[in-house]
């Protein structure tokens, strides 16, 4: 918002600068309604406003801060500006004060042919003063920036004219040629406008529609032919200059349909035609007897959308007001009918003319402009005169200030009539002409001009304010920033913004207390959650000058998200709960995250911090210290304001579970020979022995907890030699045991080191969190062995002594049942061999962190990788399930399509997997 304000400023400054340059400048030809002023001192612009008098004097801006120079607006036509200068010059903080001259060049176009358009300059000045006009606008686009476009209704145009081509006009939304309605305006393949006849985008050839068109465009200061009104507006050709009417209205429906589109794509699309001109009628039609109701309904039509219409009247000596004529008859105030002047500023003989139906002349004998052998030729005809004025109503539009601009796109119809007025009204008067025309005169460009830089739309109609946005149902989070939407009438000063917190009850509370009246601020949103407020902005020096929005909006206080993923936590050998918390509001802070939890099925919940970590917005606890058992819990986070969420929703009536200790599940298990196992011994007198079982594949990475044992005594051990145990990977020849990952003891044979129960010959072995990283397993085999040193063996069986199949190698299973060793002094019932009994336990590493970002329509789901060969994704709606597999991957990246889920939260869980 500021930066383009300051943009559009710094390009005036520029634009004065370049027209100060060598300035001839007259002591008449001044801005009306302003002044420029330099104080004494340092000045800022409410220094200027508390110095002046408010009932006189509006300051407006600084032109010059280092030189304290201001633009002063005179209030209400109270004083000239010659009163108002000497007024200020004895102001006591005032330096010096002056009128703001109008300067310029007085460059004339280099084009070669000019000199022969005596209808824009000539000595004898029966021209329109061209020159004149051209030092303070040559066309192109209104002071907002809009492309100007004239829509030429007539036979045919040279589109490909050397000094047409650039000004003619593109659709850029429109695609050549490939048969298909690209901007959905209703024609197909319009790129440069519409050929009624055939009803397709191509563009006959015709000199007529060449000749009128050079008259209002021809491309000017470029060392080509001839000169335009406009140097460098843009020309839409409409071909539908017919002598059927149906031919005609389909042309001035397509100008409709195009400034439709305008409006309201915002001019994205369409065109901002201003003004159509025409060269063709009905002789002595009486458009008010009811034959010919089609014509008043076009231009009234086209005049509600801003368009006015020149329309050049009869080629013979004959009273429109006595005789009729279509159009130039007709009633519809947004015609301006023209009829045709000579070089010594008389009617041209054979032109009609009348004192309530034709409201102007302009040159139209032996003009020189474009022809469609693409060089150029003279004419003569009221079809010369009339686009002198069609191509004056684009060149006014581009001389207007931002208060016209303003103006036009709040009320165009309004603004189009005021074009028409000002024309009218700034004619050069011309002896008898007051019997003739309308106006009395012949168009003036220059004073016409001169007329809509100093414009002001009336106050009891225009000056004003009006809140656009927020105006109405609209929600604003407090902490987010957002945009306050204005526009303006007729003010020239800067404008205070309030807001009513309970409308409309409530006191209105100032939010910015002077700001630039450019339609737009920004303002972080502030205050609690309440429904009936308000926004008002008002005039600084005006006050009266206000408007509030038209409706209630809402604040609301921020409210921040909880996540918890329970498939997540609790997994053997984690020991830690996770949730999320979003916080980004720069109001909002999370005061505490907390897990409230109970024994399964107990009464009062006990209760345990999470802190946040090194990821953002992830809080975490250790559950190590919990006993074993079952659980139920829930999470609860609270902000600053003391506002809370749970997980489950509706918590504790709605809770989630999760266990501490044996995790069965977890288990890998071998039971009846079909594992490998390999052993050896060294040999030698203390006859050592090692025996190992290879397991896998397993997913990787896999995290190795622990395993248990089943041993009985083959020989006495005398020795109570320690059982080693050790972790291999498979890395050795043939797939044998490799190289030893991680080693320690357990316990003896004989029971006594370790504290083997008697009876109960099996063991657990632990890989405790010391030697966790050397048991993050990346590969999907491993062996794991027992080995006895000395003279003691051992067979690592088991059997389950309570059923049919004792005997047999079964599970060790601590979940299940209980489990001996086989006594060993048995000669029946003895294991197999290979039946040796050793279970691990174990997981699957997941992810440790997902994170999930909106991009467009889509969700980008992110995670660090772990060395898993695949990831499983799955969503949920609800944190606790159940989860949707969506997609399987190799990458840690995946994009998933956008769904419309109203607002619906979406929970994503990815797991490591090998297929």
Not at 380 to 389: D, F, I, L, N
């Amino acid at each position: 918002m500021r930066i383009s304000s300051l943009m559009v400023w710094i390009a005036v400054l520029i634009g004065m600068a370049a027209l100060d340059v060598g300035a001839q400048v007259a002591s008449t030809a001044y801005a009306p309604g302003q002044v420029i002023v330099r104080f004494d001192g340092p000045t800022t612009l409410a220094d200027a406003r508390a110095a002046l008098d408010p009932a006189l004097f509006s300051p407006a801006r600084s032109l010059v801060p280092s030189l304290n120079i201001f633009l002063i607006k005179l209030r209400d036509d109270k004083l000239g500006v010659a009163d108002a200068i000497v007024l200020l010059a004895a102001h006591p903080s005032v330096r010096w004060a002056q009128a703001d001259h109008y300067a310029a060049e007085r460059a004339t176009p280099d084009d070669p042919l000019f000199l022969t358009q005596w209808n824009f300059h000539q000595t004898s000045d029966a021209d329109i003063d061209a020159p004149e006009a051209w030092d303070l606008t040559t066309g192109g686009t209104d002071f907002a920036g809009h492309p100007i476009v004239v829509a030429v209704v007539d036979g045919g145009c040279l589109l490909t004219h050397q000094d047409l081509t650039d000004n003619i006009w593109v659709n850029a939304s429109e695609i050549p040629d490939n048969g298909i309605d690209d901007d959905d305006n209703g024609y197909v393949d319009d790129i440069n406008g519409w050929d009624a006849y055939s009803e397709d985008g191509t563009i006959p050839v015709a000199n007529h529609g060449t000749h009128v068109s050079g008259i209002i465009g021809a491309a000017t200061n470029n060392g080509v032919l001839v000169a335009g009104i406009n140097w460098n507006t843009k020309i839409m050709f409409v071909a539908a200059s017919s002598t059927q009417t149906s031919v005609i209205s389909s042309g001035y429906g397509y100008v409709i349909a195009q400034k439709e589109l305008w409006w309201s794509s915002g001019g994205a699309r369409g065109a901002n035609v201003v003004v159509t001109n025409s060269s063709f009628g009905v002789n002595y039609g009486d458009c008010e007897t009811g034959s010919y109701p089609i014509w008043n309904d076009l231009y009234n039509e086209m005049g509600e959308l801003g368009i006015l219409s020149a329309c050049a009247t009869a080629n013979f000596a004959a009273d429109v007001d006595a005789v009729g004529d279509v159009p130039t008859g007709c009633s519809s105030p947004y015609i301006i009918s023209v009829t045709n002047t000579t070089n010594s500023d008389v009617r041209y003989a054979n032109a009609a003319y009348g004192d309530t139906t034709i409201d102007l002349a302009a040159p139209g004998t032996s003009i020189r402009s474009t022809t469609s052998n693409n060089s150029s030729g003279t004419l003569s005809g009221t079809s010369m005169s009339a686009p002198h004025v069609s191509g004056a109503v684009a060149l006014l539009y581009s001389a207007a200030d931002s208060l016209f601009c303003q103006y036009y796109l709040a009320a165009p119809a309004a603004a189009a009539l005021s074009v028409k007025q000002l024309i009218l009204e700034s004619v050069d008067v011309l002896p008898g002409f007051d019997t003739l025309t309308v106006s009395g005169g012949r168009l003036n460009l220059y004073n016409a001009v001169l007329a809509i830089q100093s414009f002001e739309p009336p106050d009891s109609v225009f000056r004003g304010l009006a809140v656009t946005t927020p105006n109405g149902g609209e929600e604003w989070v407090a902490g987010d920033y957002a945009e306050l939407h204005w526009t303006s009438w007729g003010l020239s000063e800067n404008v205070t913004i309030e807001i009513n917190r309970d409308y409309p009850g409530g006191a209105w509370e100032t939010i910015l207390g002077e700001t630039a009246d450019d339609g737009e601020e920004a303002w972080m949103v502030s205050g609690a959650t309440t429904t009936h407020v308000r926004v008002r902005v008002s005039s600084l020096l005006t006050p009266e000058l206000a408007d509030a929005s038209d409706g209630d909006f809402r604040i609301v206080s921020p409210v921040f998200d909880l996540a918890h993923d329970p498939l997540g936590d609790f997994a053997p050998g984690t020991g830690t709960v996770t949730a999320w918390v979003s916080d980004t509001s720069p109001l909002l802070s999370i005061a505490s995250v907390r897990m409230f939890y109970r024994e399964a099925g107990g009464g009062e919940f006990d209760s345990l911090e999470l802190l946040p970590t090194e990821t953002p917005f992830e809080y975490a606890a250790d559950l190590s210290l919990l006993a074993a058992g079952d659980y139920e819990y829930f999470m609860r986070a609270q902000d600053n304001a003391g506002r809370a969420r749970t997980v489950p929703e509706g918590a504790p009536d709605s809770i989630s579970e999760f266990a501490v200790g044996e995790f069965c599940g977890a288990v890998l298990s071998y039971d009846d020979g079909s594992a490998e196992y390999y052993s050896w011994s060294d040999g030698g007198d203390d006859n050592d022995f090692e025996w190992a079982v290879k397991f896998g594949p397993v997913p990787v990475p896999y995290r190795l907890c622990g395993a248990s044992l089943c041993v009985s005594r083959a020989l006495p051990d005398t020795q109570h030699a320690p059982l080693i145990v050790r972790v291999y990977d498979a890395s050795g020849a043939g797939g044998l045991p490799g190289t030893v990952l991680w080693e320690g003891t357990r316990g003896s044979i004989g029971n006594e080191i370790g504290g083997l129960q008697p009876g109960a010959h099996w063991a657990d072995v632990l890989f405790t969190s010391e030697t966790a990283s050397s048991l993050l397993l990346e590969a999907a085999e491993f062996y794991l062995s027992v080995a006895n040193i000395g003279s003691g063996k051992y067979e690592a069986f088991g059997r389950d002594a309570d059923t049919p199949d004792a005997g047999r190698s079964f599970f060790y299973d601590p979940c299940d049942a209980q489990w001996f060793s086989e006594d060993d002094t048995l000669t029946t019932g003895n294991a197999h061999g290979g039946q040796r009994m050793i279970r691990v336990r174990g997981f699957v590493v997941g992810p440790p962190e997902v994170t999930a970002s909106r991009d467009g329509d889509e969700i980008v789901l992110h995670w660090s990788p772990t060395g898993a060969p695949l990831y499983r994704v799955y969503a949920s709606d609800e944190p606790e399930g159940p989860y949707d597999f969506l997609q399987a991957t190799a990458d840690t990246l995946l994009t998933v399509a956008g769904v419309d889920t109203a607002g619906t939260q979406f929970f994503y869980r990815v797991v490591s997997a090998t297929e």
